[in-house]
């Protein structure tokens, strides 16, 4: 199997998030984006350790890839918990909306 | 070619429509699904690449979890329906950057890793993992564990609705529901529900 595939498909997928993040207007669809942006990164984890080191006993690219699901975990759960107190103060939980800090 | 990398290729392209689909729905429940589509198929890309472990802790936390976490978000936060709201002036500077990432970012993996190829596929055993997070990972792996839970303390206090440092609820967050139990009824109910000895010896012959 060719190493060349997965590789491939990570980065389409980064780029889908990458222009997700900046065309994208609503939070909660920006937060999707990221989503996309660190399963890509898994992917090219997993092809990295399983097709170029599949012998190396600490298996450090499935340990990555797990310690980013949790961690993406973490962050949409509390990026959406700012996500909602961003609605309750403005409602609007459009991101050109929250320019407070540009005068 | 074998038939390893036509499984992929068919895996690789219903990831990635379902990627597009996310990033270009107007919808805003379609997109949602559209992301647990893509979490699937990036757990079908890891079965084919053998890791068993992670496509199943794939499944089970983000197309599981987090999907259903973003439909929450969605429907609580009520947004507009509609391309023009969802999306903002700038979708021409996305896809520039986007596409001119794409293009540079494969003209390097092709140069670097165009004629690498493995005959055989093989992924770690759920021992060897297992074996792994416990011995040379207990580290990061206890402190994954101390971020979930500062996360879930963290978002329970962002999201909850409170006045102050008294813990009152807020006045929009109270629910009336009508016809509350004034203290008499409660107490003539309670006098109806003492019965004697006997009746409920009755009650309970029957």
Same mark, same amino acid.
């Not at chain 1, 994208?24 to 999707?32: D, F, G, S, T, Y």
């Not at chain 2, 440092?165 to 004034?182: L, Q, Y």
């Given at each position: 199997m060719s190493l060349v595939g997965p590789l491939i498909l990570?980065?389409?997928? &980064?780029?889908?998030? @990458?222009y997700g993040v900046i065309a994208?207007?609503?939070? !909660?669809?920006?937060?999707?984006s990221v989503e996309l942006m660190l399963n890509a990164v898994n992917i090219n984890l997993v092809a990295f350790?399983?097709?170029?080191?599949?012998?190396?006993?600490?298996?450090?690219?499935?340990? &990555?890839?797990?310690? @980013?699901?949790?961690?993406?975990?973490?962050?949409?759960? !509390?990026g959406l918990a700012i996500v909602f107190n961003m609605f309750r103060n403005r409602a609007s939980v459009n991101v050109d909306d929250v320019d407070l800090m540009r005068w | 070619m074998t038939g390893l990398d036509v499984v992929f290729v068919l895996v690789a392209l219903f990831t990635a429509g379902a990627a597009v689909l996310t990033v270009t729905s107007k919808n805003l429940v379609h997109a949602a699904l559209s992301l647990a589509a893509t979490l699937a198929g990036t757990a079908g890309v890891f079965l084919v690449l053998h890791a068993d472990f992670l496509a199943l802790v794939q499944l089970v936390v983000n197309v599981g979890a987090v999907a259903v976490l973003f439909l929450f978000g969605l429907m609580l936060t009520r947004a507009p329906i509609g391309r023009e709201a969802?999306?903002?002036?700038?979708?021409?500077?996305?896809?520039?950057?986007?596409?001119?990432?794409?293009?540079?970012?494969?003209?390097?993996?092709?140069?670097?890793?165009?004629?690498?190829?493995?005959?055989?596929?093989?992924?770690?055993?759920?021992?060897?993992?297992?074996?792994a997070i416990f011995a040379d990972w207990v580290l990061p792996f206890e402190l994954l564990s101390m971020l979930l839970l500062g996360a879930l303390i963290g978002a329970i206090m962002l999201a909850r609705r409170e006045t102050?440092?008294?813990?009152?609820?807020?006045?929009?967050?109270?629910?009336?529901?009508?016809?509350?139990?004034?203290?008499?009824g409660g107490v003539r109910a309670e006098l109806e529900n003492t019965t004697p000895a006997g009746q409920l010896g009755a009650g309970g012959d029957r």
């Open positions: 990570a980065t389409f997928l &980064f780029c889908v998030g @990458i994208r207007r609503n939070a !909660v669809l920006v937060l999707i350790q399983n097709l170029l080191f599949p012998d190396e006993l600490a298996v450090s690219g499935l340990m &990555f890839a797990l310690f @980013i699901i949790g961690v993406a975990a973490a962050e949409v759960g !509390v | 969802l999306d903002s002036q700038n979708r021409g500077l996305g896809l520039a950057v986007a596409g001119g990432l794409f293009v540079l970012l494969s003209g390097l993996i092709i140069a670097a890793f165009g004629t690498t190829s493995v005959e055989q596929v093989t992924g770690a055993s759920i021992e060897v993992i297992g074996i102050g440092e008294s813990g009152e609820e807020a006045m929009a967050t109270r629910i009336d529901v009508g016809d509350t139990p004034t203290a008499e």
